[in-house]
Structure formats: C-alpha cells, structure tokens
C-alpha cells in the first residue's frame, strides 16, 4: 500500500480496507490522509482537518497519523495555516481557530 510505512503496518491498512463497512470516500479521505501527512506532515493535517475528523479517521484507520506520519516536513511551510503557525508561533490557536487565517488548508508557494 505504502512504501514508506512498515510492513506490518501496511498488512494492517490492507486489512482495515478490505474490513471496512461504510461509506467510502470517508475511507478514502482517511487513506488519503497518510499519504498526505506523510508528504506535509502531521501537524499540517493537524491544521487541515478538524479535531474530530481526524480522530474519526484514526478510529478508522486503527492508527494516530504521529505514529504513521512525520512531525513536519520540507513541504509543509507550503500550506498557508502551517506558515501561519510558524508566524505566531502558536499551534494550537491555529489549529482550534482561534487565530482566523484565510485559506489555511491552501497549500502554496507564496511568500508572506
């Protein structure tokens, strides 16, 4: 399934896929994730979906994306809520928006 994830991890996720009883774009985006927190990392997920979608992903899954994903990666300063972050200095603020960034699941190469 996934090159960059164990074997045991990936005969896992093989398993939870052929398992799996709902619908499935939310097994999809669950999937997706991974490949995405493995290319942004996982605070960018972290910035992206809300708390509860990625713990019902996780749930899904049967794995925390920190246990799947790297922290952060040479990419991740290309989503804006990331640069944002890195701004203020204050993850969790943009992570629970209580700091409002405009377009923080966009990902980008502007310059602020």
């Known amino acids: 399934m996934f090159a960059f994830l164990s074997d045991e991890q990936n005969q896992h996720l093989a398993a939870v896929t052929r398992e799996y009883t709902g619908q499935?774009?939310?097994?999809?985006a669950a999937l997706g994730a991974i490949t995405i927190g493995h290319v942004y990392?996982?605070?960018v997920l972290k910035i992206v979906h809300s708390?509860?979608?990625?713990?019902?992903?996780?749930?899904i899954i049967g794995f925390k994306y920190e246990e799947l994903c790297p922290e952060i990666t040479?990419?991740?300063?290309?989503n804006?809520?990331?640069r944002m972050y890195q701004k203020i200095g204050a993850f969790w603020k943009v992570?629970?928006?209580?700091?409002?960034?405009?377009?923080?699941?966009?990902?980008?190469?502007?310059?602020?």
Do not use: C, H, I
Request: charged fraction near 30%.
């Open 24 to 28: 499935m774009p939310t097994l999809g």
């Open 41 to 43: 990392g996982w605070r």
């Open 51 to 59: 708390p509860a979608t990625l713990k019902k992903y996780e749930n």
């Open 74 to 78: 040479e990419l991740s300063s290309r």
């Open 80 to 82: 804006v809520g990331f």
């Open 95 to 112: 992570v629970l928006g209580q700091v409002k960034v405009d377009n923080k699941n966009e990902a980008n190469d502007d310059v602020e």
